[in-house]
């Protein structure tokens, strides 16, 4: 499932956001059967020793709503677990919607000879090469609807190793993005199984107790003197909440930042994606992790990622009162030379609302801006040097 729609803002401007592709595609992915040496397969009773289990991909609507193309169903190279073999399901060579093309099924071995994204089911011109449609030749007509086609499946197997979570991912593709055409705008749809296993939830527990959570990715960069921190992940009803925490240089504690609860729409294991900034930068390096927590308490933390700030700070500022009414005050540093400030105060979109530049020198140095238009609610103050020092504040209107 992608779309791209704002889930989530807070009062630190934090929000949520699914990434999108042009191609539209939808479909359900159905683990249609598992079996192991022993356990069920659960969160309680992980399956162990050897494991088996099949998945289907089975489309139900148009793609790309231009063409309708479809050249690729196939499981990504970076969606193959460590350690799971990927084979063919009981699909066999079937007729596209267009012309005298089939797909067939591409093993692992010619995929990477072909230097095809994945292995799975292409579209074949007929000379066992997909990579020689050029994105005018598939399945459909603008706009068309499916023809009977048989669920494109795969079976894999997995030995027991470390404790993880088996869940079936399908790309599909189209306009010559499999091919010698590359099309930029189309890199393809992700669709995460959904349906069967022991929980119907498209998840197979294997070889011991794993988090009703698999974190997709754990990110953060450093801009204008502020941490940008974004993460993405699956989880199901099991799963609470995120806790980002912090450690800054030369301290060996993390203290908690903030709780981010993930939608309720998006623990249907689809993909959530979740943003937040840190603004309170007193120190050069900072280190960041997750705390993942599940309903019963539990939990479990990312690895830590260290962000340095790129930009140094102006030095001893007060901003005050906060919780502010109708009026600001900025008082700034000592200054035996004329020095300019620009004053930008944002909401937590992020959007300007007002940006003002100062000269200031001595040692009476305060300055007032008046906020008695803005509505209650949570606000940044900006500040920043001539000489490139920054910093920023946080402000509650009241």
């Known amino acids: 499932m992608k779309a791209n729609l704002l889930l989530l803002i807070s009062a630190l401007g934090l929000f949520s956001v699914q990434q999108v592709y042009s191609q539209c595609a939808t479909g359900i992915v159905n683990m249609n059967f598992y079996k192991s040496t022993g356990g069920s397969g659960t969160y309680s009773d992980p399956a162990t020793g050897l494991i088996e289990y099949g998945f289907c991909f089975t ?22 677990p460590s350690g799971v073999r990927i084979t063919k399901g009981l699909t066999g060579i079937q007729p596209t919607q267009h012309g005298s093309r089939t797909w067939i099924y591409v093993d692992s071995l010619k995929a990477r000879q072909l230097g095809l994204p994945g292995l799975g089911y292409f579209a074949d011109d007929g000379d066992g090469n997909p990579t020689n449609n050029y994105g005018d030749n598939g399945l459909g007509t603008p706009n068309a609807t ?32 499999t091919g010698a055409w590359k099309n930029p705008a189309c890199p393809g749809d992700v669709i995460n199984a959904t349906k069967g296993g022991p929980l119907d939830d498209g998840i197979l527990i294997v070889c011991g107790l794993v988090l009703p959570l698999e974190l997709l990715s754990f990110e953060g960069y450093n801009k204008d003197g502020i941490n940008y921190l974004f993460w993405s992940g699956i989880a199901d009803n099991k799963f609470s909440h995120y806790e980002l925490e912090k450690r800054e240089y030369a301290s060996n504690d993390f203290t908690k930042l903030d709780n981010f609860v993930i939608p309720a729409s998006t623990k249907d294991n689809s993909a959530h994606y979740i943003s937040s900034m840190d603004v309170n930068l007193t120190k050069e390096v900072n280190y960041y992790r997750l705390k993942m927590i599940e309903q019963d308490n539990t939990f479990e933390y990312s690895r830590t990622i260290s962000l340095r700030n790129s930009i140094r700070t102006i030095g001893s500022v007060e901003v005050f009162p906060n919780p502010i009414d109708d009026l600001v005050y900025i008082q700034l540093p000592t200054v035996s030379t004329p020095i300019t400030y620009e004053i930008e105060l944002l909401n937590v979109n992020g959007l300007s609302l007002m940006a003002q530049r100062i000269n200031v020198k001595g040692s009476n140095s305060k300055h007032q801006l008046d906020v008695n238009s803005l509505s209650s609610g949570v606000y940044f103050l900006k500040l920043k040097s001539e000489n490139e020092f920054s910093q920023m504040f946080k402000l509650l209107k009241k």
Request: hydrophobic content about 35%; some cysteine.
């Open 59 to 80: 489309p139900n609507t148009f793609f790309e709503k231009s063409t309708n193309w479809m050249h690729g169903i196939y499981v990504s190279w970076s969606d193959i």
């Open 146 to 177: 499916f023809p009977n086609l048989s669920p494109f499946c795969f079976e894999a197997t997995y030995t027991c190793g470390s404790p993880t979570l088996l869940r079936p991912v399908i790309t599909v593709t189209g306009d010559g993005t």
